[in-house]
């Protein structure tokens, strides 16, 4: 069983930065992609950023050019560091995994304020 646990949540101002991390439990090159997720309550779990196992990343427009994914394959650890936070990037950061099957993590709080 693969277990993924983010850390590094807050709550920031506006213009700040934050950076999540995610252990993972097992080798994160056993993975087909790592990513990051955002979801705000009763709304859906969207993409953020994704990094691939050759080291390929992809963003949302949203967040491009203010967050970048980046991985320790030593630690076994995706962070995502994000920076010039906005208030409406306030949300629940679910790192994702993909392998064998879709993996998530628990989920941290972000929640920029204006």
């Known amino acids: 069983q693969v277990q993924l646990a983010e850390s590094g949540g807050g709550l920031v101002q506006a213009g700040e930065s934050l950076r999540l991390s995610c252990a993972a439990s097992?080798?994160?090159?056993?993975?087909?992609?790592m990513g990051w997720y955002r979801q705000v309550l009763g709304e859906q779990r969207d993409l953020v950023a994704r990094?691939?196992?050759?080291?390929?990343?992809n963003y949302a427009d949203s967040v491009k050019g203010r967050f970048t994914i980046s991985r320790d394959s030593a630690k076994n650890e995706v962070y995502l560091q994000m920076n010039s936070l906005k208030p409406e990037d306030t949300a629940v950061y679910y790192c994702?995994?993909?392998?064998?099957?879709?993996?998530w993590g628990q989920g941290t709080q972000v929640t920029v304020s204006s």
């Open positions: 097992k080798n994160i090159f056993s993975f087909t992609a």
């Open positions: 994702n995994a993909v392998g064998d099957a879709n993996y």
């Open positions: 990094i691939s196992f050759g080291g390929r990343t």
